[in-house]
């Protein structure tokens, strides 16, 4: 086995192994080009330590899905699990981000949403995971490379790409019947590995969780070399799930607290956030006018590439650096807002309100208070003349990763004295600490002018809105 194998020296999980076909699709270009897309976005312009890229957490998912795929098959073996099913879950946990653009999720969110309306939110990053990894596939002729490894393309080629994007229960339910082409419903718990849509425990989570934490510089609490030696599947209402062991309750509540207080103190971190939405800006105000070539010498947009995956494998975060030293006029504006961030010129942070302040809310939120805003002291500071475009305004959630609901509740547990019966944790067994809100709307306020007359308007703008709106008048200005 160590013949068709290549170890690498991974900073999180230390030396790894990986089949030789998971290196072949490595050493392709779609695959290679993760290796310049950051894996926090605009966090490495807040944190220093957060250089990391999506290639060396790729590598680190599969890894895992491989460890815990082989552990379920030596703990288990009536599962079934053949050599098939364990190299496929490895190279849809290789796989699982192709599809990121630029700055992995400030691409993917606020910039597609942006840039294509016409998609109404519907594309997401695994959509351009599968259409990546059908095009790497085909551009490099692995067919018959698996086949040579002992897959079968007609049925792996769809499980692995199955695994990337699953159906969430509520789409397997409408569906009324098993959805799956890649493998029968015997092997469900196998869909719970990469992507876990029932209750987003995966591979994918326990690497980033372990990797962003060491180069945040964050404390990780949640250990998952012990879930994955405690997961055992179980049959639940007829189908196979990954269980957790009761004991493991205090080990599973550490791993949601690490997400969360990863999106506190990081992912939704106030700097963080409106750096991403200035490069966003500049992104959006430079789309026509970067033109990346594609198939059959089609000149494409920036928004355009996601439809053209020729394209799309040669846009990474280089775009800001060709931004930045174009000297195009038609790129004046968006080079301006990237110059700013690079002179730490940011957009002022006025004041972070939570949702629950408040009883009713527009449903064009941000337009609606922009507007409020201006017009809280029509007559005060007019030599200023702040405009609606001139504040921005973010919406920010942050969960337990199951909205406002508690994900313990979506997860089965078994002890060790009856393992093969599940239920919910015991209320004996859970902790009196927990929590009991699991999802906070924060809404961040920005002042794009930052000379002390304009922040100083802004000030008394939102201080007087915040009286018309009947909250206590504080501080608000800060960076």
């Known amino acids: 086995?160590?013949?068709?194998?290549k170890v690498f020296n991974d900073s999180i999980h230390g030396h790894v192994e990986l089949h030789q076909l998971l290196v072949k699709i490595i050493d392709t270009p779609q695959f290679q080009r993760l290796r310049n897309i950051k894996q926090l976005g605009g966090g490495y312009f807040v944190f220093p330590g957060a250089s990391h890229n999506r290639f060396e957490h790729s590598i680190g998912v599969a890894h895992l899905a491989g460890e815990l795929v082989r552990n379920l098959r030596t703990m288990q073996p009536e599962l079934n699990i053949s050599p098939r099913d364990e190299l496929c879950v490895e190279i849809a946990g290789l796989c699982h981000d192709l599809g990121?653009?630029?700055?992995?999720?400030?691409?993917?969110?606020?910039?597609?949403?942006?840039?294509?309306?016409?998609?109404?939110?519907?594309?997401?990053?695994e959509t351009a995971s599968i259409q990546m990894f059908d095009y790497l596939v085909?551009?490099?002729?692995?067919?018959?490379?698996m086949k040579q490894h002992g897959l079968e393309p007609s049925e792996d080629l769809d499980f692995i790409k199955e695994l990337i994007q699953p159906y969430d229960e509520t789409e397997q339910v409408s569906l009324n019947s098993w959805p799956y082409k890649g493998r029968e419903e015997d092997k469900?718990?196998?869909?719970?590995?990469?992507?876990?849509?029932?209750t987003g425990i995966d591979v994918d989570k326990f690497d980033y969780f372990a990797r962003d934490c060491h180069h945040l510089g964050i404390q990780n609490n949640f250990d998952h070399r012990r879930f994955i030696m405690f997961a055992r599947v179980c049959?639940?209402?007829?189908?196979?799930?990954?269980?957790?062991?009761?004991?493991?309750?205090?080990?599973?509540?550490?791993?949601?607290?690490?997400?969360?207080?990863?999106h506190r103190r990081a992912y939704q971190h106030r700097v963080n956030k409106i750096i991403e939405s200035m490069i966003t800006e500049a992104f959006l105000k430079?789309?026509?006018?970067?033109?990346?070539?594609?198939k059959g010498g089609k000149k494409l947009s920036l928004s355009e590439t996601i439809d053209n995956m020729e394209a799309y494998t040669k846009l990474t975060d280089s775009v800001f650096e060709q931004i930045l030293s174009s000297t195009s006029p038609e790129l004046t504006e968006a080079r301006e807002i990237l110059e700013r961030i690079q002179s730490r010129q940011l957009y002022k942070f006025l004041v972070k309100l939570s949702l629950t302040l408040f009883s009713s809310l527009p449903q064009d939120i941000i337009s609606t208070w922009k507007e409020e805003l201006v017009k809280a002291l029509p007559q005060a500071d007019a030599q200023v003349g702040l405009q609606p475009d001139d504040f921005e305004i973010l919406k920010v959630t942050m969960d337990y990763g199951k909205k406002d609901k508690n994900p313990v509740d979506e997860m089965y547990f078994y002890s060790k004295k009856y393992p093969t019966t599940v239920g919910p944790i015991p209320a004996e067994q859970m902790s009196e600490l927990r929590p009991t809100c699991f999802s906070e709307t924060l809404i961040m306020v920005y002042c794009k002018k930052t000379d002390n007359k304009s922040v100083e308007a802004a000030d008394k703008h939102f201080k007087q809105w915040r009286k018309n709106k009947g909250f206590q008048v504080g501080e608000t200005v800060g960076q």
């Open 1 to 5: 086995m160590f013949a068709f194998c």
């Open 100 to 125: 990121h653009g630029p700055f992995s999720h400030l691409f993917d969110g606020m910039f597609i949403r942006k840039a294509r309306p016409d998609l109404k939110g519907k594309w997401k990053h």
């Open 138 to 145: 085909k551009d490099n002729g692995l067919e018959s490379v």
């Open 188 to 198: 469900s718990f196998l869909y719970e590995i990469v992507a876990n849509k029932r």
């Open 235 to 262: 049959k639940v209402d007829g189908k196979k799930h990954i269980c957790v062991r009761d004991k493991e309750i205090g080990n599973v509540c550490d791993m949601f607290y690490t997400r969360i207080s990863l």
């Open 286 to 294: 430079a789309d026509k006018h970067i033109k990346i070539e594609g």
